[in-house]
């Protein structure tokens, strides 16, 4: 990209056309590059079908080009026009109960719908066709947060959608009665036509049919989004494209989306009143960029101070904003975007911050703002350059899907926060690591972390098992390798496809009561909470034992020596011990230009940190690039120093 790009959300529409003038003025005062516009246009450009108003967008995209900033453009379907609606209400989509979701907001069609394709399709074709060639085009963004607001839709529309999905998938209606083992319950289909959507029923549906679900609405979600990228392709093959996710976003796949996007981008809203803010930021990034394998990917929305939409919306205190942008970037963004540029003083996000706030630029937001604009602006050779992690975290959406269900041994499990428990030690530690999904080369890494992947094929058994007998270290946690991609359990022993290399069995699952904790007793003593499980040994060693309970005496944590590696097993949830100083967080980018080592205090009193060899500060607070290089650097709370090591 040739730089960190500095920007966000332009929404013109909102504001007469005098207004530009400043706003491009006040752009290039605050070091933004480039800006996403267009994103909620539709009604304005098409007000009525097949008629186009673009006269007053181009207006926009010229003065932009003329001040130097590049656009990523918005495809503008994410919300459609009245007319729309009122044409085809068929477009509007429904909840399990069969309750329609009505026009006035946002994103109210049904991702099966022919007609909204249809129709999104026609649009960007023209908004290709007007400006594939404009020299202030950088990029597409298509659409805008799929599934945000609509992610599963349960109308007819939808059923016959799916009925289509599975017949593609399992061929003959015995098929997917064996898959989804239909004979419990009385469930045997004898036609395709009798399948419907999961619509909520009188109890637990049919696992199996619950997961298909999520994998179709994840399919019909990115259908909307081929539909655009084709259209696009055809029109302007060179310019890159790419979506906004949103993070740890359970209905969107990111994985299986990445391999559609030529750059990774994610939207996220620290919360300032969590003191955890920045951790849940940190596995979102290293998911964001390990989907796209590792290049530099986007910041595409975050707010400049408060949001509006969490029950209470704290202003982001002073430094945050700044500490919590580098934060993308220390973990390989080469892009800094927020929602949006201006306030507007209507509508239902005006009291979310912009760069520009109400009250105008003398103020510690547009302040704070153009600071780090111009700051991000001195360091264009941290384009491109890349982290390198030894240490990858597995991740997998259907076996989200799969495990949050109810009918389980415990309600208690909880992906999210699984995996967000068993990146943290590796945060606290200053260890990088990738999360990535389980059909990815694992070659490259020293340790491979798998995290209660309920959802195991045995075929990513005997791949995690090789990787450990050519010498990689595994850590597998609980309910991991429990069902196959049907939903339907590895019999002969708990985790079936990695007995062999973890050597034990589990016979019984034990789930704790709700906050109970035991101890753990053995070389690594501690506490485990959520859940237990009866560990027979095949050949590992027990590290820890259970402290107490019905299990007391059996092991908890163990390890088995195998091959040339090493793999671990933790049998309760259980907790490790940080490294570098409470709330610092340490991460490397390395590229053409040389490595750079960000560090960064998320904490609230200065800290102090040893550099494991003298290295020149190039940014950042203190940093005097022409000063030749330090041994040890003093962070203010909420400070920022980037050195190349
Ligand atoms: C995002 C969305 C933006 C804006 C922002 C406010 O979810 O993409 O359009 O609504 O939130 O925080």
Redo the contacts with the bound molecule.
Sequence with gaps: MGRIHFGGDYNPEHWPEEVRAEDIRLMKEAGVSMVTAG?FSWALVEPAPDEYDFDWFGRVLDDLHGAGIRVCLATMTASPPPWLTERHPEVLPQDADGVRRWPGSRQHFCPSSPVYRERAVRLVTELATRYGTHPALDSWHIG??YG?SNPRCYCDVSAADFRRWLRERYGSVEALNAAWATTFWSQRYGTFEQVLPPRTAPTHPNPAQVLDYARFCDDALLRCYLAEKEALRRITPDVPVTT?HMPMHKPVDPYSWAVHEDVQAL?F?QDPYDPETHLGAALAFDVTRSAGGGRPWMLM?Q?PSA?N?RARNSPKPPGTMRLWSWQAVAQGADAVLY?QWRATPGGA?KF?SAMVPHAGTDTRIFREVSALGRELGTVPQLAGARPRPEVALLADWHSWWALEQGSHPSGDLDFAETLRRHHRPFFEAGVECDVVPPDRDLSAYRLVVVPNLYLMSTETGARLTEFVRAGGHLLVSYFTGISDDCDRVHLGGYPAPLREVLGLRVEEFWPLAEGQSLPLTGALAGSGDLWSEAIDLEGAEAVSVFGAGELAGRPALTRHAYGDGVAWYAGTGSRVLPGLPAGVQATVRGGADGRFLFLLNHGTSTATVTLPEPMPALAGDGADPGAGPVSSVDLPARGVVVLQS
Excluded: K, P
Aim: aromatic share 22%; charged share 30%.
């Design positions: 994103i805008n947060e945000c906004n939207d809203y929305e707010a949001v939409w929602f996000e979310h």
